[in-house]
């Protein structure tokens, strides 16, 4: 079975200033890793995942996370964020040969000021 | 447009007394999979299914049901409900492992926030 941690519930952070969010996976087995965000009083969307490949994955609006298998470590960093980055992100881990269960951590949220 | 359709948004109900939430996906996904959300324990599977007719326990299923006789369909039942089963519930569909790629991941539902009084 997989787990998940998400080593911070609160991150507040100003405008324009750099945030990262830790998420450690445990897991006997290869995984896959995803990053959702639930913005205020919506549905969870998906914001990136590393399947294979590369390290270093990317989502469109300037978020990126790094796995790092030695760490068993998935964080999520953006450099400079903006008041509309507010919401609950949520680390994910499936392992490979079982990928129907999807195991969560217990969100981060992160509240953005000016 | 590509999506999971949870109904209803919204429902206050009355312990005992058997409720529903219907989900429905068009993406032609085989994986579909039911979560409850709670403050400080972020999402826990429920119930999940591989295919049609094919389901199985999550890591909270105790007090819920749910079938799969289509594959774009899999409600949620509960028989009696509780007020420890007040929540909010997203139903979840994915590819399976072969689609793995850019349209690999489970795409989520809006959400059904459940109140049993």
């Known amino acids: 079975a997989q787990s998940v941690t998400q080593l911070d519930s609160q991150v507040p952070v100003f405008e324009e200033a750099p945030v990262e969010l830790r998420c450690n996976y445990s897991?006997?087995?290869?995984?896959?890793l995803f990053w959702y965000v639930q913005y205020p009083n919506q549905g969870l969307q998906l914001l990136l995942k590393?399947?294979?490949?590369?390290?270093l994955v990317e989502s469109i609006n300037g978020f990126e996370a790094e796995f790092n298998k030695s760490q068993t470590s998935f964080h999520l960093r953006k450099p400079s964020v903006h008041i509309s980055d507010t919401a609950e992100y949520f680390c994910?881990?499936?392992?490979?040969?079982?990928?129907?269960?999807?195991?969560f951590g217990a969100g981060t949220t992160v509240t953005v000021r000016a | 447009e590509a999506q999971v359709t949870q109904n209803p948004r919204y429902l206050i109900t009355v312990t005992g007394k058997k409720l529903t939430v219907t989900c429905s996906q068009n993406?032609?996904?085989?994986?579909m999979s039911w979560y409850r959300q709670d403050p400080g324990l972020g999402l826990r599977q429920i119930y999940y299914?591989?295919?049609?007719?094919?389901?199985d326990k999550g890591d909270v299923p105790e007090g819920y049901k749910v079938s799969r006789k289509e594959k774009r369909n899999f409600p949620l039942i509960l028989e009696s409900p509780s007020p420890n089963q007040t929540s909010l519930y997203f139903c979840?569909?994915?590819?399976?492992?072969?689609?793995?790629?850019?349209?690999?991941?489970?795409?989520f539902g809006s959400g059904t926030r459940l109140t049993v009084v």
């Open positions: 979840a569909s994915s590819l399976n492992s072969l689609g793995t790629g850019n349209n690999y991941g489970y795409t």
């Open positions: 897991s006997s087995v290869s995984v896959y």
């Open positions: 590393y399947l294979s490949g590369s390290t």
């Open positions: 994910a881990v499936t392992n490979r040969s079982n990928d129907y269960k999807l195991s």
């Open positions: 993406m032609n996904h085989e994986y």
């Open positions: 299914s591989m295919n049609v007719e094919v389901t």
